[in-house]
């Protein structure tokens, strides 16, 4: 269980990176700007790129339009980010 909690965190981890990276390098939009303009909650937006919160997948969607991203472009970064050998379920 300890193991799949680090993952998680390793995981929600380079997820917010992503997105304040690509906020703020991409968009030049503030946490507040991006926020409002794709009906995403700012406390939420703030605590995703902190790596504090788990959100929706329909979430996640709209957050890579709003960076401008495919949803696959997204997942894209987010893969090479954790790297080929990251896995939630070990064997």
Do not use: H, P
């Not at 303009?37 to 790596?51: A, P, Q, T, V, W």
């Amino acid at each position: 269980m300890q193991q799949n909690n680090k993952k998680l965190l390793q995981f929600k981890n380079a997820l917010g990176e992503i997105v304040k990276e690509l906020r703020t390098f991409k968009t030049n939009l503030s946490i507040n700007k991006l926020a409002l303009g794709y009906d995403i909650g700012r406390g939420n937006l703030s605590k995703i790129e902190k790596g504090c919160f788990d959100y929706r997948m329909s979430t996640a969607w709209k957050l890579s339009e709003a960076l401008g991203l495919k949803f696959s472009e997204f997942s894209k970064i987010l893969e090479e980010k954790l790297g080929e050998d990251f896995t939630f379920i070990d064997e």
